[in-house]
């Protein structure tokens, strides 16, 4: 039955493909290549945030040959409740990893970071490609696996852990209107030695804990 449902849905994409190739007077859109991208939804995201860029900036000093420099964290002037908390988890995680960070500024390397928060007017829908196609195959692994060829269980395996992947998404709450754009700079006077940038979403409701406090508050107005 399998090999069959295959035979199917290769020769639907193929109608697909053919019917595409008629010409059009301007570009068509497409969607980018299915990419995940993490919703930061609590303190203890933002430990997480600096525990990865720790990591990873510690790991291209050590390339760089500048592993044994000493450190000094910068706070960002008007700093908000995520800089001041982000400021005190990446000196912790320092720390931790054994280097040795100055509170002065003094001749250490500087790690700086910023913020951005991006926000979003278009539907923010929460599309799970393949959902249903998804699901049914997690079905066909479910049952009848028992007796069927390697090949066979290991695309039931693939479709079990579609219909996770498609439960985890839900779980998120999915995509929100609202990014943060988080760059971490470690830097020698007037040179960059490393650069990370990252985006994460966040909820709206959560959007002024980015913002500095100089900012007016958001709030969202509802109809009656």
């Not at 399998?2 to 008629?22: M, Q, R």
């Amino acid at each position: 039955m399998i090999p069959k449902i295959l035979k199917l849905l290769v020769f639907g994409a193929g109608t697909v493909f053919l019917v595409g190739c008629a010409t059009s007077p301007i570009p068509v859109s497409e969607n980018f290549p299915l990419t995940v991208q993490p919703k930061v939804r609590s303190a203890g995201h933002w430990n997480l945030l600096a525990k990865d860029v720790v990591a990873q900036t510690l790991d291209t000093l050590n390339k760089g040959g500048g592993s044994s420099n000493e450190l000094y964290v910068a706070l960002p002037a008007n700093a908000s409740t995520f800089d001041k908390a982000f400021h005190e988890f990446l000196i912790t995680e320092l720390v931790r990893s054994g280097r040795t960070v100055d509170k002065a500024p003094g001749n250490a390397l500087q790690v700086s970071y910023q913020t951005q928060v991006v926000y979003h007017k278009s539907p923010r829908p929460n599309f799970v490609p393949g959902k249903f196609t998804m699901i049914t195959a997690g079905l066909y692994a479910m049952y009848g696996l028992r007796f069927e060829h390697l090949d066979t269980k290991l695309a039931g395996g693939l479709g079990l852990a579609a219909v996770a992947d498609t439960i985890a998404s839900i779980d998120s709450g999915g995509p929100t209107h609202t990014e943060l754009i988080l760059t971490t700079t470690v830097s020698d006077g007037g040179r960059y030695l490393t650069r990370k940038t990252d985006i994460y979403y966040i909820e709206e409701m959560d959007t002024n804990l980015m913002l500095p406090p100089s900012w007016p508050k958001l709030m969202k107005v509802v109809g009656s």
